[in-house]
């Protein structure tokens, strides 16, 4: 677990905390914070982490990107997004055409990508397409597409004719594109819903072939899973220790008001919570180095963790008091940008039913 860390790995996680209070916690968020984090995560050798290594990139693995989040989120810092460079995510390995004009700018910040999963809410039909020639014509839309305002492209799933369900690289200024509403959400990210009107798009603009799309959408959502949890727990630990601060604070009577065995009771429970959540995270990051299929791992962890910090900063409001909700109070922000987490990359019922299938139907899976 965390204890079992190699030397090198100590060293990267004090770095990370370095990093944390020196770039991090001195900057507010602004474009031109965002561009001096960037620069100073280059210098630190954290930008890179995330890209493949055939791109510059160091390809860190699941423990060391873990270890990383763990420590920057425990700081609980601004701008904690401008950290780590944009990963390939679907577009990992593809060929040409797709790795000259879309991987390459990507990686190098040159060009934006959003991820087109989730269907608008009055969708008939999953968003389709017909092959006419060496084009797809696409029409739908996607209702959901994080920072779509500013996309590029989409990497969307699209149910093609005869090929089944296949990613497909959608340019936004195409001609048949349309965003239909933009708008931010409780976390303060903000997200685009696109309509795809007969837009035609060259077939070499498929992701992988035929049947490989929803595996690879699958795939990025993993990745993005396991991120999730490690933030979460390094949340869980900046909002202990801001309420064991809070607790042995003096209150009203006199007395340290972490002296009452009732609050003694329930920040108890939510140390364990996060110990139980922390342990979990580290283990899965080691089974997916070991190279281990993790899919049901990474959806306990997602599941758990996410929803453990919504319930741990949930009571630390309730033991701070009214003063915690006082807007711009750091439990009030944390308690709004937690709770998307238990609905983005997978709401949490979805994935329980997700992770039965994954024992009861298909025998994977570990306690
Ligand atoms: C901050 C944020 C960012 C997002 N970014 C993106 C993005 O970039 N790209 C993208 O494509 N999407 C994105 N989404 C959308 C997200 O993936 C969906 O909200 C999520 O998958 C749930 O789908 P839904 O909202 O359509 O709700 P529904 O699927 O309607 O589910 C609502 C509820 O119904 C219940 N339910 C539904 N189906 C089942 C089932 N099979 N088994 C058990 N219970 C079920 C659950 O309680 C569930 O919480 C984002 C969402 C958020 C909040």
Redesign the pocket.
């Known amino acids: 677990m965390p204890e079992q860390l190699t030397a090198d790995q100590q060293t990267l996680a004090r770095r990370a905390a370095d990093f944390a209070r020196d770039e991090l916690l001195v900057r507010t968020p602004s474009p031109g914070s965002r561009d001096e984090v960037i620069k100073a995560s280059k210098a630190a050798g954290f930008y890179t982490m995330t890209q493949p290594v055939e791109f510059g990139g160091q390809a860190a693995s699941a423990l060391d990107l873990t270890i990383v989040r763990d420590e920057l989120s425990a700081h609980n810092p601004p701008l904690l997004d401008a950290v780590f460079g944009p990963g390939p995510g679907v577009l990992a390995g593809v060929a040409e055409p797709l790795a000259t004009h879309y991987l390459k700018p990507l990686l190098a910040g040159e060009k934006r990508a959003?991820?087109?999963?989730?269907e608008p809410?009055d969708a008939q039909r999953h968003t389709w397409a017909e092959l006419d020639g060496d084009e797809f014509v696409i029409t739908g839309g996607?209702?959901?597409?994080?920072?779509g305002a500013d996309a590029d492209f989409i990497n969307t799933l699209v149910d093609v004719e005869g090929r089944g369900k296949t990613m497909i690289v959608i340019d936004t200024e195409a001609t048949g594109v349309t965003i239909e509403q933009k708008f931010a959400?409780l976390?303060g990210?903000h997200?685009a819903a696109f309509r795809f009107d007969k837009v035609r798009v060259p077939t070499s603009h498929a992701i992988g072939g035929a049947g490989q799309g929803l595996p690879r959408a699958m795939r990025q959502i993993g990745d993005t899973r396991l991120m999730f949890a490690a933030q979460c727990i390094g949340l869980m630990r900046w909002t202990l220790s801001y309420l064991a601060e809070n607790l042995n604070s003096i209150g009203r009577n006199g007395k340290p008001r972490g002296e009452s065995e009732v609050m003694r009771l329930r920040y108890a429970d939510l140390r364990i919570r996060a110990y139980a959540a922390r342990s979990m995270v580290y283990r899965t990051a080691r089974l997916a180095d070991r190279g281990e299929n993790i899919v049901n791992e990474g959806i306990a962890c997602k599941v758990f963790a996410t929803e453990t910090i919504g319930d741990i900063v949930d009571e630390a409001i309730q033991l701070v008091g009214g003063n915690a909700l006082i807007l711009g109070h750091p439990l009030e922000a944390l308690y709004r940008r937690v709770r998307?987490l238990r609905?983005?990359?997978?709401?949490?019922?979805?994935l329980?039913?997700n992770l039965s299938r994954g024992k009861l139907d298909l025998d994977m899976g570990r306690i």
């Not at 996607?142 to 920072?147: I, M, S």
């Not at 609905?343 to 979805?350: K, N, P, R, T, V």
């Open positions: 959003g991820f087109g999963f989730t809410e996607k209702g959901y597409v994080t920072g959400s976390d990210s997200h998307s609905l983005a990359e997978g709401a949490s019922d979805i329980r039913v």
